[in-house]
Protein backbone atom coordinates (compact mmCIF):
# COMPACT_ATOMS: atom_id res chain seq x y z
CA UNK A 1 0.00 0.00 0.00
CA UNK A 2 1.01 3.99 -0.65
CA UNK A 3 2.74 5.00 2.46
CA UNK A 4 0.80 7.96 1.86
CA UNK A 5 -3.08 6.04 1.68
CA UNK A 6 -1.41 3.85 5.01
CA UNK A 7 -0.42 7.37 6.42
CA UNK A 8 -4.28 8.06 6.01
CA UNK A 9 -5.11 4.71 7.43
CA UNK A 10 -3.03 5.19 10.78
CA UNK A 11 -3.75 6.25 14.28
CA UNK A 12 -3.33 10.33 14.46
CA UNK A 13 -3.65 12.84 17.47
CA UNK A 14 -6.08 15.82 17.41
CA UNK A 15 -5.39 17.76 20.58
CA UNK A 16 -4.93 15.27 23.16
CA UNK A 17 -7.85 13.22 21.38
CA UNK A 18 -6.04 10.02 19.53
CA UNK A 19 -8.11 9.27 16.36
CA UNK A 20 -8.18 5.65 15.00
CA UNK A 21 -7.22 6.78 11.76
CA UNK A 22 -6.77 10.17 9.97
CA UNK A 23 -10.84 10.27 8.04
CA UNK A 24 -13.60 11.98 9.48
CA UNK A 25 -17.24 12.39 8.55
CA UNK A 26 -17.86 16.06 7.50
CA UNK A 27 -20.80 17.48 9.28
CA UNK A 28 -24.07 18.05 7.01
CA UNK A 29 -27.70 18.72 7.72
CA UNK A 30 -29.09 14.70 7.17
CA UNK A 31 -32.82 15.95 8.06
CA UNK A 32 -32.73 13.16 10.00
CA UNK A 33 -34.15 15.22 13.16
CA UNK A 34 -38.08 15.62 12.54
CA UNK A 35 -39.23 17.87 14.84
CA UNK A 36 -36.23 18.39 15.83
CA UNK A 37 -36.05 14.91 17.63
CA UNK A 38 -32.94 12.93 17.13
CA UNK A 39 -33.65 9.06 17.01
CA UNK A 40 -33.10 5.59 15.42
CA UNK A 41 -32.83 7.78 12.28
CA UNK A 42 -30.20 10.14 13.01
CA UNK A 43 -28.02 7.28 14.82
CA UNK A 44 -28.55 4.58 12.68
CA UNK A 45 -27.26 7.00 10.12
CA UNK A 46 -23.97 7.46 11.93
CA UNK A 47 -23.38 3.93 13.16
CA UNK A 48 -23.21 2.74 9.55
CA UNK A 49 -20.40 5.46 8.84
CA UNK A 50 -18.85 4.25 12.54
CA UNK A 51 -19.18 0.64 12.06
CA UNK A 52 -17.77 1.11 8.36
CA UNK A 53 -14.14 2.46 9.94
CA UNK A 54 -14.12 6.39 10.24
CA UNK A 55 -11.94 7.90 12.79
CA UNK A 56 -14.48 10.15 13.92
CA UNK A 57 -17.88 11.19 12.83
CA UNK A 58 -19.25 14.57 13.20
CA UNK A 59 -23.08 15.46 13.84
CA UNK A 60 -24.54 18.18 11.95
CA UNK A 61 -26.54 21.20 13.16
CA UNK A 62 -26.17 20.77 16.75
CA UNK A 63 -27.39 24.45 16.91
CA UNK A 64 -27.04 26.43 20.02
CA UNK A 65 -30.68 27.38 20.54
CA UNK A 66 -33.93 26.88 19.52
CA UNK A 67 -33.89 29.94 17.60
CA UNK A 68 -31.00 29.45 15.84
CA UNK A 69 -32.29 26.56 13.91
CA UNK A 70 -32.90 27.27 9.94
CA UNK A 71 -36.21 25.32 10.02
CA UNK A 72 -38.13 23.74 13.06
CA UNK A 73 -37.18 19.88 12.23
CA UNK A 74 -33.24 20.98 12.57
CA UNK A 75 -31.92 19.91 16.66
CA UNK A 76 -31.01 22.13 19.33
CA UNK A 77 -28.99 21.34 22.06
CA UNK A 78 -31.51 21.30 24.69
CA UNK A 79 -32.84 19.81 27.87
CA UNK A 80 -35.27 17.75 25.66
CA UNK A 81 -32.51 15.63 23.70
CA UNK A 82 -29.99 15.51 26.38
CA UNK A 83 -30.98 11.50 27.38
CA UNK A 84 -30.93 10.62 23.75
CA UNK A 85 -27.73 12.49 22.27
CA UNK A 86 -25.73 11.12 25.78
CA UNK A 87 -27.13 7.36 24.42
CA UNK A 88 -26.35 8.25 20.72
CA UNK A 89 -22.86 9.29 21.29
CA UNK A 90 -22.21 6.52 23.98
CA UNK A 91 -23.39 3.53 20.73
CA UNK A 92 -21.18 5.45 18.25
CA UNK A 93 -18.07 5.03 20.44
CA UNK A 94 -18.55 1.36 21.07
CA UNK A 95 -17.46 1.10 17.65
CA UNK A 96 -13.96 2.77 17.95
CA UNK A 97 -14.55 6.16 16.52
CA UNK A 98 -14.69 9.30 18.10
CA UNK A 99 -18.00 11.39 17.85
CA UNK A 100 -17.82 15.15 17.44
CA UNK A 101 -20.57 17.82 17.43
CA UNK A 102 -21.12 20.58 14.94
CA UNK A 103 -22.05 24.25 17.14
CA UNK A 104 -24.01 26.28 14.27
CA UNK A 105 -26.64 28.96 14.87
CA UNK A 106 -28.57 30.54 11.66
CA UNK A 107 -28.31 34.05 12.29
CA UNK A 108 -30.35 35.58 9.36
CA UNK A 109 -30.39 32.38 7.05
CA UNK A 110 -34.01 31.26 8.67
CA UNK A 111 -37.31 30.14 7.42
CA UNK A 112 -38.04 28.84 11.33
CA UNK A 113 -41.47 29.87 11.63
CA UNK A 114 -41.00 28.45 15.56
CA UNK A 115 -39.08 31.15 16.93
CA UNK A 116 -39.30 30.93 20.69
CA UNK A 117 -37.54 33.88 21.85
CA UNK A 118 -37.31 36.53 18.86
CA UNK A 119 -40.08 38.12 17.10
CA UNK A 120 -37.41 36.87 13.46
CA UNK A 121 -34.35 37.10 13.07
CA UNK A 122 -31.20 38.53 13.67
CA UNK A 123 -28.11 38.86 11.80
CA UNK A 124 -24.66 41.46 12.31
CA UNK A 125 -27.33 43.68 10.21
CA UNK A 126 -31.23 44.65 8.90
CA UNK A 127 -31.39 42.87 5.66
CA UNK A 128 -33.81 40.97 3.44
CA UNK A 129 -33.96 37.27 4.31
CA UNK A 130 -34.74 35.57 1.23
CA UNK A 131 -34.50 32.23 2.64
CA UNK A 132 -37.34 33.39 5.06
CA UNK A 133 -39.53 34.82 2.34
CA UNK A 134 -40.95 31.60 1.16
CA UNK A 135 -42.65 31.54 4.32
CA UNK A 136 -43.07 34.94 4.58
CA UNK A 137 -40.35 36.01 7.05
CA UNK A 138 -39.14 39.11 4.40
CA UNK A 139 -36.91 40.79 6.73
CA UNK A 140 -34.14 40.25 9.74
CA UNK A 141 -33.37 42.33 12.19
CA UNK A 142 -29.69 43.48 13.31
CA UNK A 143 -28.53 41.92 16.80
CA UNK A 144 -27.93 44.95 19.60
CA UNK A 145 -24.91 44.31 21.73
CA UNK A 146 -27.06 42.52 24.25
CA UNK A 147 -27.95 40.11 21.53
CA UNK A 148 -24.30 39.29 20.85
CA UNK A 149 -23.61 38.97 24.40
CA UNK A 150 -26.54 36.10 24.45
CA UNK A 151 -25.68 34.55 21.86
CA UNK A 152 -22.00 34.01 22.91
CA UNK A 153 -23.36 32.77 26.26
CA UNK A 154 -25.51 30.00 24.64
CA UNK A 155 -22.27 29.18 22.83
CA UNK A 156 -20.91 28.30 25.98
CA UNK A 157 -23.78 26.42 27.32
CA UNK A 158 -23.92 24.55 24.36
CA UNK A 159 -20.40 23.79 24.44
CA UNK A 160 -20.71 22.53 28.18
CA UNK A 161 -23.49 20.50 27.33
CA UNK A 162 -21.82 18.50 24.73
CA UNK A 163 -19.30 17.69 26.86
CA UNK A 164 -21.07 16.17 29.22
CA UNK A 165 -23.21 13.98 27.12
CA UNK A 166 -19.94 12.45 25.81
CA UNK A 167 -18.66 14.26 22.78
CA UNK A 168 -14.97 13.99 21.96
CA UNK A 169 -15.00 17.30 20.26
CA UNK A 170 -16.81 20.61 19.19
CA UNK A 171 -16.75 21.79 15.57
CA UNK A 172 -17.76 25.27 15.53
CA UNK A 173 -18.97 26.56 12.55
CA UNK A 174 -17.55 29.92 11.00
CA UNK A 175 -18.81 29.61 7.57
CA UNK A 176 -21.13 28.89 4.79
CA UNK A 177 -23.22 32.00 5.17
CA UNK A 178 -24.63 31.05 8.57
CA UNK A 179 -24.69 33.21 11.92
CA UNK A 180 -20.83 33.40 12.61
CA UNK A 181 -19.96 33.93 9.02
CA UNK A 182 -22.34 37.01 8.29
CA UNK A 183 -20.17 38.93 11.41
CA UNK A 184 -16.65 37.50 9.36
CA UNK A 185 -18.15 38.56 5.66
CA UNK A 186 -18.32 42.14 4.09
CA UNK A 187 -21.55 41.47 2.48
CA UNK A 188 -23.58 40.80 5.45
CA UNK A 189 -21.41 42.49 8.61
CA UNK A 190 -22.30 46.49 7.46
CA UNK A 191 -22.08 47.62 11.23
CA UNK A 192 -19.93 50.77 11.99
CA UNK A 193 -19.42 49.86 15.66
CA UNK A 194 -17.03 47.53 16.73
CA UNK A 195 -18.60 44.36 15.47
CA UNK A 196 -17.71 45.65 11.86
CA UNK A 197 -15.35 47.45 9.38
CA UNK A 198 -11.83 45.94 9.55
CA UNK A 199 -11.22 42.06 9.54
CA UNK A 200 -10.17 42.22 13.29
CA UNK A 201 -13.73 44.10 13.93
CA UNK A 202 -15.80 41.07 12.29
CA UNK A 203 -13.86 38.27 13.68
CA UNK A 204 -14.03 40.00 17.39
CA UNK A 205 -17.88 38.11 18.12
CA UNK A 206 -16.54 34.61 16.05
CA UNK A 207 -13.33 35.17 18.53
CA UNK A 208 -15.56 35.59 21.68
CA UNK A 209 -17.47 32.06 20.93
CA UNK A 210 -14.05 30.21 20.57
CA UNK A 211 -12.90 31.72 23.44
CA UNK A 212 -16.50 30.86 25.37
CA UNK A 213 -16.53 27.40 24.47
CA UNK A 214 -12.39 27.01 25.47
CA UNK A 215 -13.93 27.91 29.04
CA UNK A 216 -16.08 25.56 29.12
CA UNK A 217 -14.96 22.22 27.92
CA UNK A 218 -11.45 22.98 29.22
CA UNK A 219 -8.04 22.65 27.41
CA UNK A 220 -7.78 18.83 26.53
CA UNK A 221 -10.99 19.11 24.75
CA UNK A 222 -10.36 19.55 20.79
CA UNK A 223 -12.20 22.30 19.54
CA UNK A 224 -11.92 22.26 15.51
CA UNK A 225 -13.38 25.46 13.34
CA UNK A 226 -14.79 25.00 9.76
CA UNK A 227 -13.95 28.46 8.02
CA UNK A 228 -14.46 30.25 4.17
CA UNK A 229 -11.81 30.47 2.35
CA UNK A 230 -14.56 32.62 0.20
CA UNK A 231 -17.74 33.25 0.03
CA UNK A 232 -17.41 33.28 -3.50
CA UNK A 233 -19.92 35.93 -4.08
CA UNK A 234 -18.81 40.08 -5.21
CA UNK A 235 -18.96 42.02 -1.75
CA UNK A 236 -17.91 38.98 0.18
CA UNK A 237 -14.76 37.13 1.97
CA UNK A 238 -11.93 36.49 -0.34
CA UNK A 239 -9.05 34.38 0.26
CA UNK A 240 -6.40 36.74 0.79
CA UNK A 241 -8.63 37.96 3.87
CA UNK A 242 -9.78 34.28 4.83
CA UNK A 243 -5.88 33.71 5.52
CA UNK A 244 -6.16 36.40 8.08
CA UNK A 245 -9.16 34.90 9.83
CA UNK A 246 -7.35 31.56 10.03
CA UNK A 247 -4.11 33.18 11.63
CA UNK A 248 -6.60 34.49 14.36
CA UNK A 249 -8.04 31.55 14.67
CA UNK A 250 -4.79 29.94 15.19
CA UNK A 251 -3.79 32.67 17.55
CA UNK A 252 -6.92 32.34 19.61
CA UNK A 253 -6.08 28.56 20.50
CA UNK A 254 -8.19 26.27 17.92
CA UNK A 255 -7.30 22.78 17.30
CA UNK A 256 -8.29 22.28 14.13
CA UNK A 257 -8.89 24.33 11.21
CA UNK A 258 -11.75 22.55 7.81
CA UNK A 259 -10.69 24.76 4.55
CA UNK A 260 -14.15 24.88 2.88
CA UNK A 261 -15.61 27.55 1.12
CA UNK A 262 -19.03 29.29 -0.59
CA UNK A 263 -22.37 30.14 1.10
CA UNK A 264 -25.34 28.24 1.67
CA UNK A 265 -27.10 31.81 1.49
CA UNK A 266 -25.32 33.00 -1.44
CA UNK A 267 -23.27 30.20 -3.75
CA UNK A 268 -23.88 27.22 -2.58
CA UNK A 269 -22.61 25.35 -5.77
CA UNK A 270 -18.99 26.63 -5.10
CA UNK A 271 -19.16 24.44 -1.97
CA UNK A 272 -20.05 21.07 -3.70
CA UNK A 273 -19.64 20.87 -7.75
CA UNK A 274 -20.61 18.93 -9.75
CA UNK A 275 -23.99 18.47 -10.86
CA UNK A 276 -26.36 21.63 -10.01
CA UNK A 277 -29.02 20.91 -7.14
CA UNK A 278 -31.45 23.07 -9.32
CA UNK A 279 -34.37 20.75 -10.27
CA UNK A 280 -33.72 18.74 -7.36
CA UNK A 281 -34.16 21.19 -4.81
CA UNK A 282 -37.31 22.74 -6.99
CA UNK A 283 -38.89 18.59 -6.74
CA UNK A 284 -38.36 18.61 -2.47
CA UNK A 285 -41.19 21.87 -2.89
CA UNK A 286 -44.48 20.89 -1.56
CA UNK A 287 -45.58 24.32 -2.01
CA UNK A 288 -46.56 24.83 -5.87
CA UNK A 289 -45.45 28.39 -6.14
CA UNK A 290 -41.73 28.42 -4.22
CA UNK A 291 -41.65 24.84 -6.72
CA UNK A 292 -42.05 26.45 -9.78
CA UNK A 293 -40.05 29.36 -8.89
CA UNK A 294 -37.13 27.36 -8.37
CA UNK A 295 -37.94 25.88 -11.55
CA UNK A 296 -37.60 29.40 -12.83
CA UNK A 297 -34.80 30.87 -11.09
CA UNK A 298 -32.75 27.28 -10.06
CA UNK A 299 -29.93 27.77 -13.02
CA UNK A 300 -29.35 31.54 -12.21
CA UNK A 301 -29.66 30.63 -7.89
CA UNK A 302 -27.41 27.66 -8.88
CA UNK A 303 -24.08 28.62 -10.50
CA UNK A 304 -22.66 25.79 -12.58
CA UNK A 305 -19.18 24.82 -11.54
CA UNK A 306 -17.90 21.36 -12.61
CA UNK A 307 -16.50 18.78 -10.65
CA UNK A 308 -12.94 18.48 -10.14
CA UNK A 309 -11.02 16.39 -7.19
CA UNK A 310 -8.84 18.54 -4.37
CA UNK A 311 -10.54 21.76 -5.88
CA UNK A 312 -9.51 23.45 -2.38
CA UNK A 313 -6.36 21.95 -1.70
CA UNK A 314 -4.87 25.04 -2.96
CA UNK A 315 -6.81 27.46 -0.30
CA UNK A 316 -6.18 24.83 2.35
CA UNK A 317 -2.17 25.26 1.16
CA UNK A 318 -2.00 28.57 1.79
CA UNK A 319 -3.68 28.52 5.38
CA UNK A 320 -1.35 25.27 6.61
CA UNK A 321 1.21 27.71 5.33
CA UNK A 322 0.12 30.79 7.53
CA UNK A 323 -0.76 29.06 10.41
CA UNK A 324 1.54 28.01 13.20
CA UNK A 325 -0.38 25.72 15.70
CA UNK A 326 -3.29 24.41 14.23
CA UNK A 327 -4.08 21.20 12.78
CA UNK A 328 -5.16 21.05 9.29
CA UNK A 329 -8.63 19.55 7.84
CA UNK A 330 -8.89 18.89 3.67
CA UNK A 331 -12.43 18.89 2.63
CA UNK A 332 -13.70 19.32 -0.72
CA UNK A 333 -13.17 16.72 -3.32
CA UNK A 334 -11.08 14.25 -2.16
CA UNK A 335 -13.36 11.01 -3.70
CA UNK A 336 -10.33 8.92 -4.77
CA UNK A 337 -7.60 6.69 -3.24
CA UNK A 338 -5.36 8.79 -5.05
CA UNK A 339 -6.49 11.95 -3.81
CA UNK A 340 -6.39 11.08 -0.35
CA UNK A 341 -2.44 9.87 -1.09
CA UNK A 342 -1.86 13.93 -2.43
CA UNK A 343 -3.66 15.29 0.65
CA UNK A 344 -1.20 13.14 3.04
CA UNK A 345 1.73 14.01 1.09
CA UNK A 346 1.04 17.88 1.40
CA UNK A 347 1.57 17.24 4.83
CA UNK A 348 -2.37 17.56 5.45
CA UNK A 349 -3.55 16.19 8.61
CA UNK A 350 -6.81 14.67 8.82
CA UNK A 351 -9.52 14.65 5.69
CA UNK A 352 -13.05 15.21 6.42
CA UNK A 353 -15.48 13.58 3.60
CA UNK A 354 -19.07 14.03 3.17
CA UNK A 355 -20.53 12.45 -0.38
CA UNK A 356 -18.04 9.70 -0.49
CA UNK A 357 -19.47 8.45 3.23
CA UNK A 358 -22.70 8.73 1.59
CA UNK A 359 -22.11 6.96 -1.39
CA UNK A 360 -20.52 3.82 0.78
CA UNK A 361 -20.60 4.04 4.54
CA UNK A 362 -17.94 1.58 4.13
CA UNK A 363 -14.85 3.89 2.54
CA UNK A 364 -12.39 3.43 5.18
CA UNK A 365 -13.04 -0.63 5.81
CA UNK A 366 -12.51 -0.97 1.96
CA UNK A 367 -9.53 1.43 1.42
CA UNK A 368 -7.72 -0.54 3.88
CA UNK A 369 -8.94 -3.92 1.83
CA UNK A 370 -8.45 -2.67 -1.54
CA UNK A 371 -6.16 -0.11 -1.59
CA UNK A 372 -5.13 2.25 -4.41
CA UNK A 373 -7.56 -0.19 -6.38
CA UNK A 374 -10.35 1.50 -3.88
CA UNK A 375 -13.29 3.31 -6.35
CA UNK A 376 -15.82 5.00 -4.49
CA UNK A 377 -18.43 5.55 -7.29
CA UNK A 378 -19.91 8.76 -6.44
CA UNK A 379 -20.68 10.87 -9.29
CA UNK A 380 -21.37 14.40 -7.75
CA UNK A 381 -24.81 13.89 -9.30
CA UNK A 382 -25.65 15.55 -5.47
CA UNK A 383 -28.80 14.29 -5.23
CA UNK A 384 -27.91 13.48 -1.85
CA UNK A 385 -28.04 17.10 -1.76
CA UNK A 386 -31.23 17.99 -2.57
CA UNK A 387 -33.19 15.22 -0.06
CA UNK A 388 -32.20 16.96 3.28
CA UNK A 389 -35.79 18.54 3.54
CA UNK A 390 -36.77 15.10 1.91
CA UNK A 391 -38.80 12.27 3.97
CA UNK A 392 -36.48 10.52 5.82
CA UNK A 393 -33.61 12.44 5.40
CA UNK A 394 -30.40 12.37 2.91
CA UNK A 395 -29.56 9.58 0.94
CA UNK A 396 -27.40 8.04 -1.60
CA UNK A 397 -29.58 7.18 -4.79
CA UNK A 398 -27.02 5.40 -6.41
CA UNK A 399 -27.08 3.29 -3.49
CA UNK A 400 -30.45 2.85 -3.36
CA UNK A 401 -30.43 2.03 -6.74
CA UNK A 402 -27.72 -0.77 -6.19
CA UNK A 403 -29.16 -2.47 -3.37
CA UNK A 404 -32.56 -2.79 -5.14
CA UNK A 405 -31.21 -4.88 -8.22
CA UNK A 406 -28.57 -6.48 -5.96
CA UNK A 407 -30.55 -7.99 -3.07
CA UNK A 408 -28.81 -5.79 -0.83
CA UNK A 409 -25.42 -5.50 -2.53
CA UNK A 410 -24.24 -1.93 -1.48
CA UNK A 411 -20.88 -2.39 -2.89
CA UNK A 412 -19.64 0.85 -5.20
CA UNK A 413 -19.38 -0.79 -8.49
Same mark, same amino acid.
Given at each position: ?7 ? /? ?6 ? /? ?23 ? /???? *? ?7 ? $? ?48 ? *? ?16 ? $? ?7 ? $? ?39 ? *? ?73 ? /? ?9 ITSGGTSSYNVMHMFRGESIANGIADMQSNAFTRGLFKALGP ?34 ? *? ?34 KGERYRNGCTECNLCVTTIEAPGGIRCHLREAEQSQGGGRDE??
Amino acid at each position: MNKYLQKA /LEPAQMGS /LTLRNRIVKAATYEGKTPGGAPGQT /LLDF *HQEICDGGV $GMTTIGYCTTEADGRINEDMMYLGDYARDTLQSMVATLKKTGARVSGQMT *HCGHFSKNTQLQRLKRPK $GPSAQFNAL $GSSVGMFWTDAMTEKDINYLVDTYYDAALYMKDVGFDAAEI *HFSHGYGLSQFISPKTNRRNDRYGGSLENRMRLPLMVLDAVRRAVGDEFPILGKMGLTDAVKGGLTEDEAVGVAQ /LLDGAGIDALITSGGTSSYNVMHMFRGESIANGIADMQSNAFTRGLFKALGPFIFKNYPYKELYFLDGCKRVRDAVKQAKMVYIGGC *HTAESLQTVMAEGIDFVQLGRPLIRDPQLVNRLKDKGERYRNGCTECNLCVTTIEAPGGIRCHLREAEQSQGGGRDEPR
